[in-house]
């Protein structure tokens, strides 16, 4: 079947009122990848028009929920009413594994100052001072995070002059995030307000020393379904040390220390590059993009990393480790494969997996039709390269812009710009870039950004695609439309999915889901609209 996707694109937005249409139109690119890795510009990174239903989540659910709240030893008051807790509370499935039965662990608790209406008219301070009084004579933890929500902005509340005051008073680390929901226009602006609360007030207050030869992070990685446990297994068995994950599985201590690192790992570019490029000003880290979201992909990161160390023990060690891990990837890849192969993937989630799961797909032989993030950039789209021309607006401009120099007594460059150079021209390995979703997507694949929830049902009804990836605000309307979708965001009850034993599960995940008749039995609610379908389709 040959769709012409610049008739879908029309589809899709033609029923929006012209400003709308002409908005819509501009964030919905038609895929082509030039001789030169060149792609379309795609629009992204605005404002969510109102009358849509969008994907999105908020500003403070970045910033709490997805950047510190897998830190395990971090207590997180939340500074609002109490229906922002309730959705921050273990929805995310981001694993912890404390070392010992008598270490701190707060993820499963929810703390919030339970805002009301007086607390809206006279202020919250008050009782902000309070409840982190109470949070720490209950806990004792190390590090108190408030999380401001939209009316505590609204009001002007001053959290970060309460958590001074408290950080005094109490002896530990207290610090404040302005996160308020309406402060971004998504999630991503949550991000890189988290990022720049870990750098001004964690990363860098632990000096602990490590002799060990090859030290890293892993930057943007959250532990979802247990992916950090997998990939954690798999650097130690290549003798490499992860000093800290940000933030999957990580305590405050380990993220204090982590500008001992040698080298920091990105694995989510759109929640985290912000720091990593931060630690590379003030410490001196070079930073790599990894993926190890697909065996194929893990094996090519692995190898990067022992480059950069230029290490033959390490790189012997690391084509062993994946030696030992391919032989089982491959026999379950063949068997799914067999069954898969030429089926098809629509993926829709926040801002890095819909691009890296394209990668998980491709070894079972599905291609994928139509991507899209709901809230990452342009460069998370077309490439870093494309970061010099971004415009500032006035939402971006809303995001401090932490001014980083090198600090003077710790900053050390791991790499001279020279051994950079060289290890670039070596291996295909490239420092502080990220190519992006387009360049590595078919001809003609269709990458929308933002998808709506009209958009969402037209995409369905024209190309019927075998498996529809999203969240649990998506799943079920698309699976009454009688096509599976599997959640990348919580991996539904499943993962772990990272590094090559997470590939098997989901290799074995959605050969149960496409394959799986049930489907065939559920009478789409547009079925009467199938003749228009194929009109579309014969176009
Ligand atoms: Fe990064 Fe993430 Fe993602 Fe993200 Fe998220 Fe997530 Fe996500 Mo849900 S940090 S951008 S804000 S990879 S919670 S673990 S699945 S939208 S694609």
Redesign the pocket.
């Known amino acids: 079947m040959s769709i012409d996707p610049r008739v879908v694109k029309e589809e899709l937005i033609q029923i929006y009122p012209k400003k709308l249409r002409q908005k819509r139109s501009e964030q919905i690119a038609i895929n082509q990848v030039g001789e030169d890795g060149s792609v379309p510009e795609i629009k992204a990174n605005v404002r969510s028009s109102p009358g849509i239903i969008t994907q999105r ?1 908020c500003t403070y ?2 910033c709490k ?3 510190i709240g897998p830190s395990r030893d971090i207590l997180s008051i939340v500074h609002g009413p109490i229906g922002c807790s309730f959705y921050a509370w273990l929805t ?1 499935r ?1 694993q912890t594994r404390p070392a010992t039965l008598d270490d701190q662990n707060f993820i499963n608790y929810c703390l919030s100052t339970d805002m009301q209406e007086e607390n809206i008219v006279f202020g919250g301070e008050k009782k902000l001072r309070e409840a982190v009084k109470e949070a720490f004579a209950l806990f004792h933890p190390k590090a108190i995070a408030i999380f401001s929500t939209c009316p505590v902005g609204l009001i002007g509340d001053d959290v970060h002059a309460v958590a001074r005051e408290m950080k005094a008073e109490l002896g530990i680390n207290v610090f404040g995030f302005s996160c308020e929901g309406y402060r971004g226009v998504s ?2 602006a949550g ?1 890189h307000i988290a990022n720049n609360g870990l750098f001004k007030h964690i990363i860098g207050n632990n000096e602990t020393p490590h002799d060990d030869k090859f030290k890293v992070n892993l930057l ?1 990685e ?1 532990n ?1 379904g247990g992916d950090g446990f997998v990939l954690e297994d798999i650097l130690s068995r290549c003798g490499i040390k992860q000093i800290s994950t940000f933030s999957g599985n990580s305590t405050y201590d380990t993220m204090a220390n982590s500008h001992t690192a040698d080298l920091n790992l990105v ?6 590059n912000y720091a990593a490029e931060m630690m590379e000003k003030r410490f001196g880290i070079p930073w790599m993009k990894v993926n190890f979201i697909g065996a194929g992909a893990s094996a090519k990161s692995l190898r990067r990393i022992a480059e950069y160390f230029e290490d033959d023990a390490l790189k012997a060690r690391v084509e062993e480790v994946i030696a030992e891990e391919m032989g089982a990837v491959e026999a379950t890849r063949a068997i799914v494969k067999a069954r898969c192969q030429g089926k098809t993937a629509m993926l829709f ?6 691009h ?1 799961y394209q990668q998980l797909f491709t070894e079972i032989g599905i291609k994928t039709i139509v991507a899209g ?4 950039h342009r460069d998370d789209y077309e490439g870093r390269k494309v970061l010099p021309g971004l415009k500032v607006d006035a939402d971006s401009k809303n995001i401090e812009e932490l001014d980083v120099v090198p600090d003077p007594e710790r900053y050390r460059a791991r790499r001279t710009p020279e051994q950079m150079a060289k290890l670039e021209a070596m291996t295909e390995m490239e420092f502080k870039d990220y190519i992006g979703m387009m360049p590595e997507m078919d001809n003609d694949t269709l990458v929308v950004d933002d998808l709506s929830h009209h958009e969402t049902e037209r995409l369905l009804e024209i190309y019927r695609p075998d498996i529809f990836c999203a ?1 649990i605000k998506e799943k079920f309307a698309v699976q009454k439309m009688g096509i599976p979708c599997k959640q ?3 991996y539904d009850y499943g993962g772990p999915y990272a590094g090559f034993r997470g590939a098997i599960n989901f290799f074995k995940d959605i050969d149960r889901m496409v394959n799986m008749k049930i489907w065939s039995f559920v009478t789409p609610p547009w079925q009467p609209k199938k003749e228009q379908a194929a009109e579309v389709a014969a176009d």
């Open positions: 989540g659910a970045g929920g997805v950047v995310r981001n999630q991503s991000h943007g959250y979802i694995m989510c570019h759109r929640s985290i989630v926040g801002g890095s997996r819909a890296h993030y709901e809230f990452g969240g990348l965001h919580s």
